[in-house]
């Protein structure tokens, strides 16, 4: 009865303990956000001051001629992001379909495991190896431009979030399939029918947030567009022009003089992109509160 006493008093010290520590993690995170927030705010105040917002916010970036506009940095970012995802999301959802019966055990396996391994891929191969097999390939294949375009970056995209995507959809899957396999098989369904009618329908949640959280890695990277997207200031009219996002363009003229309108320019952007992150995170908790009001209704 002692040693009873005494492990239930370890267990419950632990848990407080526990609990503290996440509490102070939690509170750590949160200061350090608003910090962050409040430093790219702090200094972006001149745009304001100097009523810059209308240069900063216009569609033309020529800083010899005096127009400093990031709008087309911005539709940048955004067109790169949502490429990416339809290239990586289809991909994705055919090899966590593939891991989970559609192909052989041994196969499914490999396929996991190289997967796990590009997690581990630094993002400067993924754009070393792009520049020197990829960027030619487009090049010699559509004969337009240098071949460094919104294409290339976002193929090479694509594979960078891919795992972002399978993991979390695959996840999904190994939870909800083992309650539904049995009846689906009983009810007659073949595997096919039943990953295409049951499966993937009752994961709709797992799907959405993929989709948002491989279009928030795909907006903020820095690496694949810097390298791949041609970094011109533009509105693009195909997938084969060049594109600048705000990443990159933040990482191009951070080296500015400080104080200029090309240097506010950065916090500008530097704002937005904070701005695209909190609707992401948003986006998440949404459909997370969405699948908790979903549980308790049908209790």
């Known amino acids: 009865m002692a040693t009873f006493r005494q492990n239930s008093f370890f267990q419950g010290t632990s848990e407080t303990v526990i609990k503290t520590g996440l509490f102070f993690a939690t509170l750590v995170a949160a200061f350090v956000v608003i910090?962050?927030?409040?430093?790219?705010?702090?200094?972006?105040?001149?745009?304001?001051?100097?009523?810059?917002?209308?240069?900063?916010?216009?569609?033309?970036?020529?800083?010899?001629?005096?127009?400093?506009?990031?709008?087309?940095?911005?539709?940048?970012?955004?067109?790169?992001?949502?490429?990416?995802?339809?290239l990586a999301f289809p991909v994705g959802l055919g090899v966590c379909c593939c891991a989970s019966g559609l192909a052989p055990k041994w196969f499914s396996s490999l396929i996991l495991l190289v997967v796990r391994l590009m997690t581990s891929v630094p993002t400067v191969v993924y754009g070393f190896v792009s520049v020197f097999l990829l960027v030619p390939m487009v090049r010699g294949a559509f004969h337009h431009g240098t071949g460094?375009?919104?294409?290339?970056?976002?193929?090479?995209?694509?594979?960078?979030?891919?795992?972002?995507?399978?993991?979390?959809?695959?996840?999904?899957?190994?939870?909800?399939?083992?309650?539904?396999?049995?009846?689906?098989?009983?009810?007659?369904?073949?595997?096919?029918?039943?990953?295409?009618?049951?499966?993937?329908?009752?994961?709709?949640?797992?799907?959405?947030?993929?989709?948002?959280?491989?279009?928030?890695?795909?907006?903020?990277?820095?690496?694949?567009?810097?390298?791949?997207?041609g970094n011109a200031p533009q509105i693009p009219d195909s997938l084969l022009d060049s594109i600048r996002t705000l990443t990159a363009h933040i990482a191009l003229v951070v080296s500015t003089e400080a104080g200029s309108s090309s240097y506010n320019s950065l916090f500008a952007s530097g704002i937005i992109l904070f701005g695209m992150s909190a609707a992401v995170n948003g986006t998440l908790r949404f459909i997370r509160l969405g699948a908790r009001v979903s549980r308790d209704f049908n209790k």
Do not use: N
């Open 148 to 229: 460094f375009s919104w294409l290339a970056a976002s193929i090479t995209l694509s594979a960078l979030v891919l795992p972002t995507v399978v993991l979390l959809i695959h996840t999904q899957f190994e939870q909800i399939d083992p309650g539904i396999r049995l009846t689906a098989a009983a009810l007659g369904f073949k595997r096919v029918s039943q990953i295409v009618w049951v499966l993937i329908p009752a994961s709709y949640q797992a799907l959405f947030a993929a989709g948002i959280l491989g279009f928030g890695r795909a907006v903020g990277d820095t690496i694949i567009s810097l390298m791949l997207a």
């Open 35 to 86: 910090v962050i927030f409040g430093f790219i705010c702090y200094f972006a105040l001149p745009i304001f001051h100097e009523e810059q917002i209308s240069t900063v916010l216009s569609w033309s970036w020529k800083p010899v001629q005096g127009q400093f506009g990031i709008i087309p940095m911005a539709i940048g970012s955004i067109c790169l992001g949502a490429t990416s995802m339809c």
